[in-house]
């Protein structure tokens, strides 16, 4: 879209158009794997919406809250929480964590994080499940709140010996003791590393965690029973960590026109909530755009019909 791009009038949503339009040309020239989703900033806002709207302690003066994002990208998960929480709670306290294996992106997320003033020492470089040339950044950390979106359908042949090491030798004390997925899809290993650094829930007298988490249909549908992703989503069920799944309409990346599901995931649920998964059919809460952007073709709104 054209905008005025003069400090005094710009707006805060005009800059996030532009921001997004160069991130998504980036990528088209740095012939990003198919799997790796740069993610609309009204996904990261509803997926904050999700997380923080009713978690009535993040709104209290002075809280201290850490947010972690294992496969950070350009930093938006991690700036748009920070910009909804300090909205509601200009004296929170935020802590924010992140890993990126993308050097651009990781360069990116520095360069925005400085600008606002904001340190980048939580901000590892490298591969989050392991690649034998770096390893998990925060692998004693554990986090209040998490968010990501992982890549979509992409082989962890690379990460594979790393992985399947980690889960022999160590089973639940590690990371993937619900067992390894497909090789040609290692979305769930982003979600079981997000899981091993969830705080103590209440039952264990601490405050819990919650996540937020991008996924295809693959995590949701495919395996057998006894598969390794079966047993994931099993071990994840049988916990009462899964809170919500929200189906959202397809045509909103700028690199593919899948359909996506937020999965929201907690150790800490509401009395009311637990025992419990709620499905919430959104594919039809969107707004056409006038131009496409790439694959991107659909967007949110701010009414509660999408539009």
């Known amino acids: 879209p054209e905008v005025d791009l003069h400090p005094d009038r710009v707006s805060n949503l005009q800059m996030g158009y532009v921001f997004e339009e160069l991130v998504r040309k980036f990528n088209e020239q740095a012939n990003e794997e198919a799997g790796d989703h ?4 009204e996904v990261i806002r509803l997926m904050a919406h999700l997380m923080y709207t009713e978690d009535e302690d993040v709104y209290t003066p002075g809280i201290a809250r850490t947010i ?4 950070c990208g350009t930093g ?8 909804y929480i300090r909205e509601q709670n200009p004296e929170a306290n935020l802590i924010l964590y992140g890993q990126e294996y993308n050097a651009e992106s990781y360069a ?5 994080l400085l600008i606002k003033d904001e340190p980048i020492d939580n901000i590892h470089f490298g591969d989050t499940l392991g690649d034998g040339k770096s390893e998990d950044g925060h692998p004693d950390k554990k986090f209040h709140y998490m968010m990501a979106n992982p890549p979509f359908g992409v082989e962890w042949k690379t990460q594979q010996s790393i992985v399947q090491k980690e889960a022999d030798a160590l089973g639940f004390s590690g990371r993937f003791g619900a067992g390894t997925p497909r090789i040609n899809d290692g979305a769930l290993l982003f979600l079981q590393t997000m899981i091993s650094k969830m705080r103590p829930g209440p039952e264990k007298g601490g405050e819990g965690s919650k996540i937020a988490i991008v996924f295809n249909g693959s995590p949701l549908f495919t ?56 499905l919430i059919d959104g594919t039809k809460h969107f707004m056409k755009m006038r131009k496409s952007l790439g694959n991107k073709r ?3 709104g701010d009414g509660e019909d999408g539009k």
């Open 108 to 112: 990116i997320c520095c360069s925005d």
């Open 76 to 83: 938006g998960m991690l700036s748009v929480s920070e910009e």
């Open 223 to 278: 395996g057998d029973a006894g598969s390794g992703e079966s047993n994931i989503r099993r071990w994840i069920i049988e916990n009462d960590w899964l809170d919500a799944i929200i189906a959202l309409p397809d045509q909103m990346f700028y690199n593919t026109g899948i359909f996506t599901y937020i999965w929201i995931v907690s150790n800490r649920k509401r009395p009311e909530r637990r025992g419990k998964v709620q």
């Open 38 to 41: 740069f993610t609309p900033r």
């Open 68 to 71: 972690y994002d294992p496969t």
């Open 298 to 300: 659909n967007e949110l």
